[in-house]
């Protein structure tokens, strides 16, 4: 706890890192606060954006549609706000969903060692192998698009790095004389992996998901914009960017920029949201990693 | 030496002070595999403890010294099996607990206890001092959270630490204080035996002291067992009752302290004996015995006597047949072909 204590301290020392917690805050209390910021138009359904019209060409920022809207209508700001669910949801379903997967096998490799270690390792070398975009688009294209596969698919291919990384430091700790004192000790070896092992090696993966945070919802942006994760109409923002790259630059001449929102708005979301988790991943390393701590 | 040989030793031991003696450590052996190539095959091994046989009798302080990975550690691990040996058999209370299963072993935990060497690792870095202490007592199911903390209180008090710092952590504690933890860790659990792992020596001088006085007193109050592991000389001499000096992986010499410290019969006892700093600069120092070469490896040690490509008093025998462990006078173990005429100019 006093370490806790700690660790916050210092993470409200450094203006940067103010800035990332700032930023991480705003977009959590968008994603709690969606549906009074942006209340739904199909309430038994809040993540399908509304439409006004079926027409294809953008409209510009109005006090309806403060954002404007996008190809076919689309209100974008309530895009980006509903879609701050969608990113949250995706990072930490399949973060959360890796880090299980990840911790539980690089535990029991560095524990057990020998043959353990080889075949477990020898699994994840396998799940390496693969490309990680080319493994996730074609693990959707087996199970089909959508929200719920994509964060399957990138389950699949993301719980290597936390395996890997948990091993290094279990293998790390292992070493140190308190794990010897407790086997002479005789606890049992599940408690010695709750109480000694994992304590003490958590923290690079911490650092590691918070910065996959990121990037995970960043990836699943990006399947959608190629048209592979939510159904046409969802509320995310990948989807957002997708209907605006008609846009980007006026199709049939005249100002170049007269669609500028169509892009502007879905990108410094997504720009900010990254910011935001790096700049918190960043200062957890810099509070965490070089044993400061304790 | 072979297993009738170590039993004829034992056996006048035992006649005399059968009931006495706590810990049998006979034939101990540990190889550690020398791995190499893709495919990891073992290409060697090393002997890090070839062939040991001693015993420690109940309330007593055996000393254990040698040079750094002369597999001393080693030893003191196997026998509470932290690591598992290669062979030899370990007699606590004529129970053999290389015999024993890892759930059958449990049982023994808490009368084996080890006080480890380095008291920054020692002590796990994200555990409450209370918590530290009463691991043990935790996983031996002993009372409740509340009588648990009870006894870590007492034991605090007992070796030293303000029991007011229970619940502190251990980075807030210095290197004599954190040993003492590490201590009291070891004997809440009221174990009969200790091994003292190179206890003091990464202290200061004068908070060994403190420690080694502490181990003493804990010593009488409950008449603890102690093989201590250690590579200085003077502090041995001041703990032990009887000192086992080993070579390479070998045993060379058991004696009790006096006679090891004024008539060692084994040539290396004396060069190890010879190198121990005396702290007066007045004295002249004549009969310092210099080595020549390195400790030669594990992996690979030498043929017949493992200290003859070292020994001033080597004869061709000695890189042919490897001297046995004999009793040469009452209690003075001795395994070197050559003892007599040591015995000669010692005197």
Known sequence: ???????????????VSIAGIILVLLFLSIAIFAPLLAPPAYPWNPYMMPQSGLSAVPQPPSPQHIFGTTQGQYDIYYGVIWGTRTALEVG????????????????????????????LMRITDIFLAFPFFVGVIVVITIIGPGITNVMWALVIFYWMTYARLIRGSILEVKENQYVMAAVALGTPGGRIITRH?????IYPVIIQASMDMATIPLTAAALSFLGLGAPV??????????FARNWIITPSGGNPFQYWYTIFFPSVTIVLYALGWNLLGDTLRDILDPRMLI | MTLAEVKSIQTTQNQSKNDQILLEVKNLKKYFPIKAGVFRSTVGWVKAVDDVSFYIKKGETLGLVGESGCGKTT?????????????????YNNVDLFKLSKGQMKKYRSKLQMIFQDPYSSLDPRMRVKDIIAEGLKAAHIGNTKERYEKVRDYMQRVGV???YMNRFPHEFSGGQRQRIGIARALVLNPELIVADEAVSALDASVQAQVLNLLDDL???????????????????HVSDRVVVMYLGKVVEIANKHEIFSDPLHPYTKALLSANPIPDPTVKRKDRIILQGDVPSPAN????????????????????????????????FVACHFWKNLEDQNK
């Open chain 2, 75 to 91: 030893v003191g691990q196997t026998i509470l099996r932290l690591i598992e040996p290669t062979g030899g058999h370990v007699f």
């Open chain 2, 162 to 164: 303000s029991p007011t």
């Open chain 1, 233 to 242: 109409g969802y509320a995310d923002w990948g989807q957002l960017a997708s």
């Open chain 1, 197 to 201: 092992l994992l304590p003490n090696s």
């Open chain 1, 1 to 15: 706890m006093e370490g806790f204590v700690k660790v916050l301290r210092k993470m409200f020392r450094h203006p």
């Open chain 1, 92 to 119: 930490v379903v399949v973060i959360g969903l890796a880090l299980v997967i990840g911790i539980l096998i690089g535990t029991l490799a560095a524990y057990f060692g020998g043959w353990v270690d080889e075949l």
């Open chain 2, 301 to 332: 040690p030498p043929s017949g006597c493992r200290f003859h490509t070292r020994c001033w008093l080597a004869q061709p025998i000695c890189a042919q047949e490897e001297p046995k462990l004999e009793e040469v006078h009452p209690g003075h």
């Open chain 2, 219 to 237: 010593q009488q109050e409950f008449h603890l067992t102690y093989l201590f592991i250690a590579h200085n000389l003077s502090v041995v001499r």
